[in-house]
Every structure is written in structure tokens, then in C-alpha cells.
């Protein structure tokens, strides 16, 4: 399995940016996916998840400025990012719990390589 995501880049302040990822693969089922973002010298953090059944979690700072979405038959998940601002600059990460063929009802945690976006002010 793969996840693979395109969109970063590099913004002004106020500007808007949207991520895509794919996940592929061997894939049977995939239940939560969501976006985390690292930026240099901190942990990486929860940015926005979304479960098998639409369910949405944002992270505070980026409530009323980000929505994340998927495409259940594409195995996708987006985030539309808006008024977005120079503490927002990271290296965001995809991130999947896919069930793959053969393995009953087990998950495993996937994650894509990281993109990054910068926001300058």
C-alpha cells in the first residue's frame, strides 16, 4: 500500500492551499484517514481526521479555516486549507488505517512521504 499526497507549496498569508492523497494498493477496506502536519523543531500533530462513516476532528487553530473530505470509492482524503497563516508552515503527512486483502479485520497504519507548505507573512 501506498499514500501519496500532491497540492503544498508555498502561499502569502491569507492564501489557500488544498492537499490531496491516494492510497493504493492491496487495499480491502480503509477506515480512518486524516492529515498531520510537523513543523522543524516540534512533534508532529494532529491537523484533521475523518473516519469510514464521515465523522470529522479538527485540530482548534485550524477550525473554520481547514475541512478535510474523502473520496470513498477513490481511496482519497483532501484538506482545503484557507486563510492560512505562517504558523501553519509544515510538513504535512496523509495518514490511513487500512484493512488489506487476506487479513480479516486487522488494520494497519499507513502514511504518505510528507509535503510541504510554507506560508510567508
Known amino acids: 500500500v501506498q499514500l501519496m499526497e500532491t497540492g503544498g507549496g508555498s502561499v502569502q498569508s491569507g492564501g489557500s492551499l488544498r492537499l490531496s492523497c491516494k492510497a493504493s494498493?492491496?487495499?480491502?477496506?480503509?477506515?480512518?484517514m486524516g492529515w498531520y502536519r510537523q513543523a522543524p523543531g516540534k512533534q508532529r500533530e494532529t491537523v484533521a481526521t475523518?473516519?469510514?462513516?464521515?465523522?470529522?476532528n479538527y485540530k482548534d487553530s485550524v477550525k473554520d479555516r481547514f475541512t478535510i473530505s474523502r473520496g470513498y470509492a477513490e481511496n482519497t482524503v483532501d484538506l482545503q486549507m484557507d486563510i492560512l497563516q505562517p504558523e501553519d508552515t509544515a510538513v504535512y503527512y496523509c495518514?490511513?488505517?487500512?484493512?488489506?486483502w487476506g487479513m480479516g479485520s486487522v488494520s494497519k497504519d499507513f502514511w504518505g512521504p510528507g509535503i510541504q507548505v510554507t506560508v510567508s507573512a
Open positions: 495518514f490511513a488505517r487500512i484493512i488489506l
Open positions: 475523518i473516519t469510514d462513516n464521515g465523522n470529522t
Open positions: 494498493g492491496s487495499i480491502f477496506k480503509v477506515n480512518d
